[in-house]
T-cell receptor
Framework: DQQVKQNSPSLSVQEGRISILNCDYT??????FLWYKKYPAEGPTFLIS?????DKNEDGRFTVFLNKSAKHLSLHIVPSQPGDSAVYFC????????????FGTGTRLQVTL | SAVISQKPSRDICQRGTSLTIQCQVD?????MFWYRQQPGQSLTLIAT?????????ESGFVIDKFPISRPNLTFSTLTVSNMSPEDSSIYLC????????????FGPGTRLTVT
């Protein structure tokens, strides 16, 4: 039972354009969502998060949008840079579950010149 | 964020043997976790390493197969016991410093290949 899904395994975007990565979840008890970036041979790096009491959180080039009614979140990267090429995972957690994270399957982003 | 190191970074092991992976954090942390990432798959939580008590395992993972120790607030080990090729994965430890409890920071991972 995949509670967090990233339906696009890969995405290619030109440098300077916007990258939009999507994530859907099924468990309505999730109330905190995170995005991680992973380079090969490295551990995931925390990027940005959002609480369910918000619908948007912004940090520099990265913005996360949350649509609770649709159980959908997205990560926008603008402008995209070649160094953003990596696998992006969304993750979800639930207050009271001792920080346990449930991860999506990941989307590989390729930013081309 | 905390600096996390893991040893070994990679290993190739024969089936039936065991491997212990170490995770060291540069500061005291409340929560430590162990994850597995099988080839082409997502990260799956194995267990929460509790300081001074037995680890809390997720469904599908048992202590006999993945014994965990956490002797203090900066260190933990995960042992993969009686290995089979299906255990070939990347094993990652993570920590939650506790200031924003949902956020976790990951070590570089241990790439294990079982032949």
């Amino acid at each position: 039972d995949q509670q967090v899904k990233q339906n696009s395994p890969s995405l290619s975007v030109q440098e300077g354009r916007i990258s939009i990565l999507n994530c859907d979840y099924t468990n309505s008890m999730f109330d905190y969502f995170l995005w991680y970036k992973k380079y090969p041979a490295e551990g995931p790096t925390f990027l940005i998060s959002i609480s369910s009491i918000k619908d948007k959180n912004e940090d520099g080039r990265f913005t996360v949008f949350l649509n609770k009614s649709a159980k959908h979140l997205s990560l926008h990267i603008v402008p995209s840079q070649p160094g953003d090429s990596a696998v992006y995972f969304c993750a979800a957690s639930r207050t009271g579950t001792a920080s346990k994270l449930t991860f999506g399957t990941g989307t590989r982003l390729q930013v081309t010149l | 964020s905390a600096v996390i190191s893991q040893k070994p970074s990679r290993d190739i092991c024969q089936r039936g043997t065991s491997l212990t992976i170490q995770c060291q954090v540069d500061s005291q942390v409340t929560m430590m976790f162990w994850y597995r990432q099988q080839p082409g798959q997502s990260l799956t939580l194995i267990a929460t390493a509790n300081q001074g008590s037995e680890a809390t395992y997720e469904s599908g993972f048992v202590i006999d197969k993945f014994p965990i120790s956490r002797p203090n607030l900066t260190f933990s080990t995960l042992t993969v016991s009686n290995m089979s090729p299906e255990d070939s994965s990347i094993y990652l430890c993570s920590v939650s410093p506790g200031t924003v409890i949902h956020e976790q920071y990951f070590g570089p991972g241990t790439r294990l290949t079982v032949t």
